[in-house]
C-alpha cells in the first residue's frame, strides 16, 4: 500500500499539513495488489554527492536533548513547551515557502531529499518505463519539465473540459461523478467491513467542496467571509481559463451550490463515532436513499452494480440510533440532511451550474502539472490565503511529493536498503514489547474500570500487531502507464489507483500490507486489523536514537508508541474489539466511567485558544482521539521507563535527572512553529490539537511532571490533583 488511505478509520500521529501545498493529496482509491518479494539488504552509504541539508540544525544534543535551545527564563510549570523550545522558537524564521516546521518536518525534509536522490539515481540508468524504477523516473521528468507543460497549455486537459461541457443529462452527470479525475458530491472506496473485517465492502461518503471544511461556508464571522470572496475570485479565474464568458456570475453559483453540500454534510467531530456512521445497506435500501439520482448507471461506471451490499456514512440516524451513539442535542444539530441531500442536490441543481463545479474543480485538482498561471493561482489561494504561506514550494519538492503520492513503494525498498539499520528494527520490537508490557500493569492499576471490562481489554493489548520499518513487500505498480505528459500521468495514477482499489472486492484482506511508506515520517494506528505501524523515516532523532539516553527514547518514541497503542483504547478506538471488529466490549458502568474521563479531557482542551483574535478555540471533541492517544501514550511510556529501571535511579545527566529528560524528550518532538493562517485551518478541520497543546495539555495532567520540576500553585499550567486526569 503506498500512503495512508482518506477514507479509511486509519489514525495517524500527525495530521496532514495545514496546506495542500505542502504535502501530496491523499487518494482514498489505491490499495495494493501486484508484490515483489524483498528483504532489505545491508544499509548503504549513502553517495557522497548526496548532502541533505535541512532548515533548522538536525542536532540532539550529546544524549538525545538540545539543551542550548531551551529557554531557562520561562517558569516550565507556566509554558513547558517553551521552556524545552523557547530559544529554538524564537530565534527560527518560518521560512517562505512553507507554513509550519519543527521536529516532524525537519525529517521530512531529510527524507524528501534522501527519495530525490533515489530517483536522480534510479533515473540515470534510464530504466525502461514498464519497470517501477522506469515509472518513477518518467513520472518525477515530466513533472519537472514546466517548459513542455507551459508548451502543452490547456490542450492535455481539453478532452476533460469537453466531456463535461458535453453533459446534457442527469444520467451522463452521474456517469461523470463515478470516473476517476472528476470531482463529485459522493466519494466512493472499498475498504474493510468495520463489522466483518475478514471481508471488503463498498463505501460511500460525502465530498466534493472546495473549501476545507462544512464551516468555512457556514461562519459568518469577517475572516471566513473574506476567506469566501478570495475562493470566488480563484473560481472565476479557472472558469475563465475554462472558456466561460459569464465567468463571475458561474463562480457565484459554484459557491451558492457548495454551500448546500456543506449544509448537509455532517460536523467533523460528530463525524467520528462509527455508531453513527456505519449504515449497512442492501441494494435496495440504498436505490431508496438514492431516490431519483441515476445510481444504477453511477455504479457500472465504477464496476460495483453487482454488489448487494454497501456502507454508507451520512445517513441520518433515527431516534434509537442517536440515543444508543450517546449523541446529544448539540450533537445532532451538527448533522446535516446527509448523503440523500448529495443524491438530491445532484437531480435538482441547475445542471450547468454542476458543468462549471466539475471544469473549475478539473483545472484546480491538476492545476500543478498544468501551466503556471493556474498554478500561481491556485497556489495563491490554497496556499497562501488558506496557509498563509508567502512563496511555492521549489519544483523539485513538489515533484517528489506526487511521485511519493502515487509511485511511493517503488522507492521504499531502495529508502530501507539505504537508511534504516537493523538495530533500529531490533531496538524497536524491544521498546514495543516493553510499552505492551507497561500497559499490561496500568490496566490492571485502573481503578475505575470493572473486571469483565478489564480482561476484555486484555485480549485487545495482546492481540496487537506492531509493524515496524517497512513490508514484508513493495508494490510494483504493474499496469500503470508512465509517458512525459505529466497531466496525463496524473490522470492515469488516479484511474490505476481507483481500478486497483475496487479489484479489492474479489480478494481476502491483506493484513500484511501498509498504508504508509518507509519514507514516511509519521505512524497510525488501525482498529480494523488492530495494528500500530511505524515506518522506518520515524526511527531517528529526536524521536529514536540508539545512542540517546533511555529516559529520551522512552520520552519520545515511548510515547509515539504508546500514543498508537492509545488510539486502540481512545473514544473511538475503544469501540473495536481485539479482533477489529466494531462491537460493543464494555459493561455499561465502565462506560460511563470512561465517557466521564473523556468529557473532562474534551473540557480542558475547549479552553486553549491559540490566535490573537481568540477564535478558534481548539475542539475538544474533534481532537478527543488524538488526546487520549497523547495522555495514554505518554502514560504508558512513564511507565515502561520506570519499569526499565529496575528500581534503581536513573542518573542524573547534566544536572538533569530522569524524569527531567522523559519530560523534555515528549516537549521537543512537538517542537514546531506555525503561520496563524496554518494554525486557524488546523484547529478547524484536523483532529490533531497545535503541537504546543500536545505538550503543556498533556504534561499539567502528570502528578511525576510537578514533582520533577517542582511546580506551584502559582504556575500557569497548575491543575489541583483533583483535576488532572489519568485514563490508560
Given at each position: 500500500m503506498k500512503r495512508l488511505l482518506a477514507g479509511v478509520a486509519t489514525v495517524a500521529l500527525l495530521g496532514a499539513c495545514a496546506t495542500a501545498t505542502e504535502e501530496a493529496a491523499l487518494d482514498s482509491t489505491e490499495a495494493a495488489t501486484t508484490v515483489t518479494e524483498t528483504a532489505p539488504a545491508e544499509a548503504e552509504a549513502t553517495p557522497k554527492k548526496h548532502v541533505v541539508e535541512t532548515t533548522s540544525p538536525d542536532f540532539w544534543g550529546d544524549w538525545g536533548i538540545d539543551t542550548?535551545?531551551?529557554?531557562?527564563?520561562?517558569?516550565?510549570?507556566?509554558?513547558?513547551?517553551?521552556?524545552?523550545?523557547?530559544?529554538?522558537?524564537?530565534?527560527?524564521?518560518?521560512?517562505?515557502?512553507?507554513?509550519?516546521?519543527?521536529?516532524?518536518?525537519l525529517l521530512r525534509e531529510k527524507s524528501e531529499q534522501q527519495v530525490r536522490f533515489i530517483i536522480e539515481d534510479v533515473a540515470a540508468d534510464a530504466p525502461p518505463t514498464d519497470t517501477p524504477e522506469g515509472k518513477v523516473a518518467a513520472y518525477y521528468n515530466a513533472y519537472m519539465d514546466t517548459d513542455a507543460i507551459e508548451a502543452a497549455g490547456l490542450e492535455p486537459v481539453q478532452p476533460y473540459l469537453d466531456k463535461i461541457q458535453a453533459i446534457e443529462t442527469r444520467e451522463q452527470l452521474a456517469e461523470i461523478f463515478a470516473t476517476p479525475g472528476f470531482s463529485s458530491p459522493i466519494n466512493g472506496f472499498v475498504w474493510v467491513d468495520d463489522k466483518d473485517p475478514s471481508?471488503?465492502?463498498?463505501q460511500m461518503s460525502m465530498g466534493g467542496l472546495g473549501l476545507p471544511d462544512r464551516e468555512y461556508y457556514l461562519k459568518d464571522d469577517e475572516k471566513s467571509v473574506d476567506i469566501r470572496a478570495k475562493y470566488v475570485e480563484l473560481l472565476t479565474f479557472l472558469l475563465g481559463k475554462a472558456g466561460y464568458e459569464d465567468a463571475e456570475a458561474k463562480a457565484?453559483?459554484?459557491?451558492?451550490?457548495?454551500?448546500?453540500?456543506?449544509?448537509?454534510?455532517?460536523?467533523?467531530?460528530?463525524?467520528?463515532?462509527?455508531?453513527?456512521?456505519?449504515?449497512?445497506?442492501?441494494?435496495?435500501?440504498?436505490?431508496?436513499?438514492?431516490?431519483?439520482?441515476?445510481?444504477?448507471?453511477?455504479?457500472?461506471?465504477?464496476?460495483?452494480?453487482?454488489?448487494?451490499?454497501?456502507?454508507?456514512?451520512?445517513?441520518?440516524?433515527?431516534?434509537?440510533?442517536?440515543?444508543?451513539?450517546?449523541?446529544?442535542?448539540?450533537?445532532?444539530?451538527?448533522?446535516?440532511?446527509?448523503?440523500?441531500?448529495?443524491?438530491?442536490?445532484?437531480?435538482?441543481e441547475d445542471l450547468d451550474t454542476w458543468k462549471a463545479y466539475l471544469s473549475a474543480h478539473m483545472l484546480s485538482n491538476f492545476s500543478s502539472v498544468l501551466p503556471k498561471e493556474i498554478d500561481d493561482a491556485d497556489f495563491a489561494f490554497y496556499g497562501t490565503v488558506l496557509g498563509g504561506q508567502p512563496e511555492q514550494r521549489p519544483r523539485w519538492k513538489r515533484a517528489v511529493s506526487s511521485v511519493q503520492g502515487n509511485l511511493g513503494e517503488a522507492l521504499g525498498q531502495v529508502y530501507v536498503e539505504r537508511h534504516f539499520p537493523a538495530e533500529n528494527k531490533e531496538k524497536m520490537d524491544e521498546l514495543v514489547a516493553?510499552?505492551?508490557?507497561?500497559?499490561?500493569?496500568?490496566?490492571?492499576?485502573?481503578?475505575?474500570?470493572?473486571?469483565?471490562?478489564?480482561?476484555?481489554?486484555?485480549?485487545?493489548?495482546?492481540?496487537?500487531?506492531?509493524?515496524?520499518?517497512?513490508p514484508p513487500k513493495f508494490e510494483t505498480y504493474e499496469g500503470l502507464e508512465v509517458s512525459d505528459n505529466a497531466f496525463q500521468n496524473s490522470v492515469n495514477a488516479g484511474i490505476w489507483g481507483f481500478k486497483d482499489n475496487i479489484a479489492r472486492l474479489n480478494e481476502e484482506p491483506d493484513r500484511d500490507e501498509w498504508f504508509m511508506t518507509p519514507q514516511t515520517v509519521n505512524a497510525y494506528y488501525n482498529p480494523a486489523y488492530n495494528e500500530i505501524v511505524f515506518p522506518a523515516a520515524i526511527l531517528q532523532p529526536p524521536f529514536f536514537n540508539v545512542s540517546a539516553d533511555p529516559a529520551v527514547n522512552y520520552g519520545a518514541i515511548g510515547g509515539v508508541i504508546g500514543h498508537e497503542m492509545g488510539h486502540g483504547f481512545d473514544d473511538?478506538?475503544?469501540?473495536?474489539?481485539?479482533?477489529?471488529?466494531?462491537?460493543?466490549?464494555?459493561?455499561?458502568?465502565?462506560?460511563e466511567a470512561f465517557d466521564a474521563l473523556t468529557s473532562a479531557l474534551v473540557e480542558q482542551y475547549n479552553q486553549y485558544c491559540p490566535l490573537e483574535e481568540g477564535e478558534p478555540c481548539v475542539n475538544g471533541k474533534l481532537t478527543l482521539g488524538e488526546n487520549i492517544g497523547d495522555l495514554g501514550g505518554l502514560s504508558l511510556a512513564y511507565r515502561a521507563y520506570q519499569m526499565s529501571l529496575d528500581g534503581e535511579e536513573a542518573p542524573v545527566i547534566d544536572g538533569l535527572t530522569g524524569d527531567q529528560r522523559f519530560f523534555m524528550a515528549w516537549a521537543q518532538v512537538w517542537r514546531s512553529k506555525y503561520r496563524d493562517?496554518?494554525?486557524?485551518?488546523?484547529?478547524?478541520?484536523?483532529?490533531?490539537?497545535?503541537?504546543?497543546?500536545?505538550?503543556?495539555?498533556?504534561v499539567r495532567n502528570f502528578d511525576e511532571w510537578y514533582d520533577a520540576f517542582d511546580i506551584s500553585e502559582d504556575s500557569d499550567l497548575y491543575l489541583p490533583p483533583e483535576e488532572r486526569i489519568r485514563i490508560w
Open positions: 542550548s535551545v531551551m529557554d531557562t527564563e520561562v517558569d516550565p510549570g507556566d509554558n513547558f513547551f517553551m521552556y524545552v523550545n523557547g530559544g529554538w522558537f524564537d530565534e527560527f524564521e518560518l521560512p517562505a515557502d512553507k507554513t509550519r516546521y519543527g521536529a516532524f518536518d471481508d471488503y465492502i463498498f457565484a453559483d459554484i459557491l451558492a451550490l457548495e454551500t448546500k453540500l456543506a449544509k448537509a454534510d455532517w460536523d467533523r467531530a460528530v463525524s467520528r463515532n462509527p455508531e453513527v456512521t456505519y449504515n449497512k445497506l442492501t441494494r435496495a435500501e440504498l436505490d431508496e436513499l438514492a431516490g431519483d439520482f441515476p445510481l444504477t448507471t453511477a455504479l457500472t461506471t465504477i464496476g460495483v452494480n453487482d454488489e448487494t451490499e454497501f456502507l454508507v456514512t451520512e445517513v441520518p440516524p433515527t431516534a434509537e440510533e442517536i440515543a444508543a451513539a450517546g449523541l446529544s442535542q448539540e450533537d445532532v444539530d451538527k448533522l446535516g440532511a446527509g448523503m440523500p441531500a448529495a443524491f438530491s442536490l445532484a437531480m435538482t516493553n510499552l505492551r508490557a507497561a500497559m499490561h500493569v496500568n490496566l490492571e492499576d485502573l481503578e475505575w474500570m470493572g473486571e469483565e471490562t478489564r480482561e476484555k481489554a486484555k485480549y485487545k493489548l495482546d492481540k496487537f500487531n506492531p509493524k515496524i520499518g517497512y473511538q478506538g475503544s469501540k473495536y474489539d481485539g479482533d477489529g471488529v466494531l462491537a460493543n466490549w464494555w459493561t455499561e458502568d465502565d462506560r493562517e496554518a494554525k486557524r485551518t488546523q484547529i478547524l478541520t484536523d483532529p490533531h490539537s497545535p503541537a504546543e497543546f500536545r505538550v503543556n495539555g498533556i
